[in-house]
Every structure is written in C-alpha cells, then in structure tokens.
C-alpha cells in the first residue's frame, strides 16, 4: 500500500493535482513549501512523490485515511525526519505540535515552560508568563500544579499545544491538536486558529473531523496510490 | 553551546530523577546488597559492592535518557543543541555518581578496612565515572527500560565475575574501577587502570554524542539548506 500523491482543493471542490496544489503557495513568501516528498519506512512506501505549500495567514487541513502518511509529512515539514527526496522550504520558526504529546511524565506544566524556555530566547519568567496566558485561554487546571502523569488526556495535549506555540511561530504544525479537548476547548482552538490566520501565521492542522474542513482555507488529501511515482532509493 | 541551557537541563534532570525516590532507592540498595552478602568472604566484597555500584548510576542514565527520547525531539527543534541535552544529563548525573561513590566509599572502607582506602575510593569513583556514559549510550540504544536494564545486567554481571587481572576483563567498561579496587585490598598492580577508564569514559561518551545527533531532528541541516538557497531566517532541508 503506497500513498501517491497529495490532491489539493478548496472545500467541497473536487481533488486537484499535486503540480495544482503548489500553484497558490509558490508566490514568494510562502510560509511552507514542500516539493517532491517521498518516504519509505522498511521498504513501504508512506508518501510518494508529495507536495504542499501554505501561504502566510491561510490554514490547510491535510486529510486521509489511516496509514496514509499525514503524520509523516507533518514530522517531515517539521524538519524532525528526513524524506528520502524531496524538499521543504519553511520560512521562520516551525511551532510543530505531536498527535502523540512529547512531554516529561514527571515535570509540571511549569517546569515544562522553564525547560523550553532557553531554547526559545525567553526567561524562565517569561516562558512561564506566556505559557500561562496561552493554558488559561484553554482552560487548562492551574490549580492542580501536578505533574504530566496526573493530567488527564486533554490536559496533556493542551500543554502540548502550548509548547508547540510558545515564543511565536510563523508556521504551525498541528497534528490533530485537540484530542480529548473538551467542547469549550475546542471551540476555542478553532477561534484561535481565525486570529493566528489575522496575524499572518501558517497553519496547518490534520484531522478526521469533517465539521473542521469549513473552518479552513484548503483541504489536502492523502491517497493510497496504485503507481509508485518516487523512484526506490 | 549555551551554558544555561546545559543548567536548565541538568536542572529539570535533577527534577526527574528525584521523583523517582523508589526506583533510585532501590537502585542504590541492590550494590549494597551485593556488598553486604559478600563482606564476610574476603577481599572479594569490595570489588563486587564497587563494580555492582554501576547498577545504580547506569540504571539512573538508562533511565533519564529512555525518558527524555520522546521530548528531545521538540527541544532540539525548539532550539536546544543536541550536545547540550546530553552535557546538561551528564553533569547532573555525575554529580549524583559522585554523591553515590562517595557514600559507598565511606561504607566499604569502614566495612572492609582496605590496604588502600585512596584506591578502592578512586576505584568507585571511576566506576561511576563510566556509568554515566554507560547508561547513556544503552538508554539511547535500547527501545526500552526492559532491554536497557538487561544489557546492564549482562555487561556488569560479566564484569563481576570475571577477575580484573584476565584479559576479558579489560575490554570490558567498569574494568579500570576493578582493577583499583582489586588493587585497594589485593597485591595487584594498578597499571593503566586510570587512563583505560578515563579512554572507555571518553569513548561512551563520544558513542552517546553519536546517537543523540544521529535520532536528532534535522533543523541543522534544513538552516544549512535555506543558508544556500539564499533565504535567511528561516528553514528548510532536502534528503541527506
């Protein structure tokens, strides 16, 4: 089972093309430009010959199936994997958030906030300043000052989120960032997804939900592909 | 290299490992035990109780490197450089084997009344010396704490039962610490127990640098890449 490549279109249009998917983006400026992208894992290949470019201030949602490699293009546009071909091109900091949160089971929030804090240029004071204003905005429980293991699922992945947009971003890379989210959450996630597009931020979020396919600019589909297009490395 | 970033790492480090009180606890009981099972039959204790010390600092790295892999990741693509991740544990971590050492040293010279006490207490030190990196490099191999904590087992329990002045022991890390501890109660000469231990130190070291750079994100590259393309300030990679 192979992925072919992305088909890229607005919502409820019909899929486009992978040269079609690049044509809004590749104006100078783009936020993400990825061209080419190929990987396999063990001699399967992931994704095939994949494109995707994000102009500063639109949000695109990458859909597709199980297996079909969204995770991979995400961790790949996140500079954390290399393709096997293919280039990506990110302008400014990448703000990149796991399906799976990527945290210490026995640090606090805080001391989260204060470990990433040097790598960001911010002091501990003011790590801890901005992370506390971006929880709060997700409700996140202050007053149990507990450690990740004690958190519940959506408590964890809020805080994921929260190092992910810690010190500002010009791209973001989310990867189905609100599960366990409660509604209220939720909805708040999707409102600051319309602020983080004014601000002129490049968002990309991967979901199954349908209903989050009209909040975003595009849709890019994952598909399995029949032919391979990249060539065996 | 940023040396608050090295802090702040051995800080968060120290933070970790403290919450873990039973498994440390348990850590630094089970050389003890083999010490004290030992103590009434020789000069043997001392080498066992000192090489077995290597379960507790190498379990320690095993275990805050297993625990760290999911993170560092992010940390590096944060900003972090992989070198100061690995520097930030490493202090601390022979900051705790030097607490460790220590304390052990104190109980086996009391305990055995060696013809050496500098050397069996140079002997502990160099075992924890090369834990460190031990545990490290194991932690960042293993896909988890059971196979790390297994690997551990079988390269200390191999040095344990070897003597140190036997060829297989010296290709073996802990051997240097042995021998200085066989010398601290035996009539066994020294020999280059010091520098070969500093060497299997500097080499775990070298292979942990290694394997942290190697599963580290690309980031370096990709500036490398957006460097040549002409465009500042932000990133981007190609295959390597």
Redesign the interface.
Known sequence: MAVQAQALRPPHADPAGPLAALAPAQAPGSALLAMGICKRYSGRRVLDDVSLSVAPGEAVAIIGENGAGKSTLMRIC???????????????R?G?C?Q?P??????SAD?HL????????LSRKQAIHEGHLLLSEFAFPFAQRA?CRHLSGGSRQKLNLA?AL??GA?VLLLDEPYQGFDHGAYVSFWEHVARWKDGGIGVVVVTHLLADQDLVDRVVELTIATEPLCEAP | MSVRRIFVTAKMTGLELGRRRIAIGLLTALPLAFYGGSVGRGSGAVITGGVAMAFSISGASIFVALTARPVDPRLILAGYHPTELLLGRLLLLEVFGVAVSGLFSVIMVFGSTPNHPWALAAGVGLVALTSVPFGLVVGGLSPHELEGVLVLIGVVGVQLTLFSTQLAAKFLPFWGGQRLLDHSVNTVAVGAAVPADIAYAAVLFAIATYVMRRQAPSVGGARRHFARAGLAGGQGFEPR
């Open positions: 996140a500079g954390l994997i290399q393709p096997d071909a293919g280039q990506v091109s990110v302008s400014g990448v990149y796991p799976e990527g945290l210490f089971d026995l640090l001391e204060a470990m990433f804090a040097p790598a960001l240029g450690q190092l810690l010190g010009h």
